[in-house]
């Protein structure tokens, strides 16, 4: 499988679950909505300014880290970018849906605060587990050829 395959695969899982841990200086890993569109970078983040990650972003752009899970335990990703402060109005608009709306107090609520991650580059993972690669492990044979093409380092500036 290319990196640009594995890249492909990344956003198909991440579509259908939106769930990641994000975390900066300032604020320890937390689960949190990913929004994205045409899959691509930036993913953005609706919190307030109340939580640590809301503090964060008033303090102007930090280097900021990813990590998802797929909901089948079968891919994962590591992402570095830059997360900043972009309250703009535009993308509130084109982003906001009930599952949004149930935890603010409206699109205007001035406790909002919507967090732009600009994506620099990601490990993604692809589960290489299989009948065959660990029946050729149980026979002493080194799997990693089976699972060499699970893997890659992608650059995802947008």
Known sequence: MTPQELEAKFWKHLAKDHTVFLATEGALPRPMHAAFEDNASPIWFFTTYDTDIGQVLKSGPRAATMTFVAKGHDFWASASGTLT???????????????????????????????????????????????????????????AEEVADKTAHVRLAG
């Open 85 to 143: 402060l972009d309250n703009d109005h535009d993308v509130i608009e084109r982003l906001w849906n009930a599952q949004v709306a149930a935890w603010y107090d409206g699109k205007h609520d001035p406790n909002l605060a919507l967090g732009r991650y600009d994506l620099r580059e990601a490990q993604l993972w692809e589960d290489g587990s299989s009948i065959v690669t660990g029946i050729k492990a149980l026979l002493g044979q080194d799997p």
